[in-house]
């Protein structure tokens, strides 16, 4: 079993500003990709930036160049730096761990809103 706790969430101006943090526990050896994913109000739940065990990342289009994940495997964290926040990025934001076993966890979820 893995779990997930995301935070780091809030309220932002357009322009701002925000790093989420996810802290996994639990048999995080077998992480194979962690990542995070959006979900916005009326849309379906995408992927935001994902890193995969060897270290490699992967962005959606829309985030290149605004936002970073990044992951300190001492601290069992990944972080997602998010700059230049549209309203378009208000949103819950997921951390989502994939295992070498083929197995899936989320975290509960944490809301990020950008104001105009």
């Known amino acids: 079993q893995v779990q997930l706790v995301e935070s780091g969430g809030g309220l932002v101006q357009a322009g701002g500003s925000l790093r989420l943090s996810c802290v996994a526990s639990?048999?995080?050896?077998?992480?194979?990709?962690i990542g995070w994913y959006r979900q916005g109000p009326g849309k379906q739940r995408e992927l935001v930036a994902q890193?995969?065990?060897?270290?490699?990342?992967d962005y959606a289009d829309s985030m290149k160049g605004r936002f970073a994940i990044s992951r300190d495997n001492a601290k069992n964290t990944v972080y997602l730096q998010m700059n230049s926040l549209k309203p378009e990025d208000t949103a819950v934001y997921y951390c989502?761990?994939?295992?070498?076993?083929?197995?899936?966890?989320w975290g509960q979820g944490t809301q990020v809103t950008v104001s105009s």
């Open positions: 989502k761990l994939e295992t070498i076993f083929g197995g899936a966890y």
């Open positions: 890193v995969m065990r060897d270290g490699r990342t």
């Open positions: 639990g048999k995080t050896f077998s992480t194979n990709v």
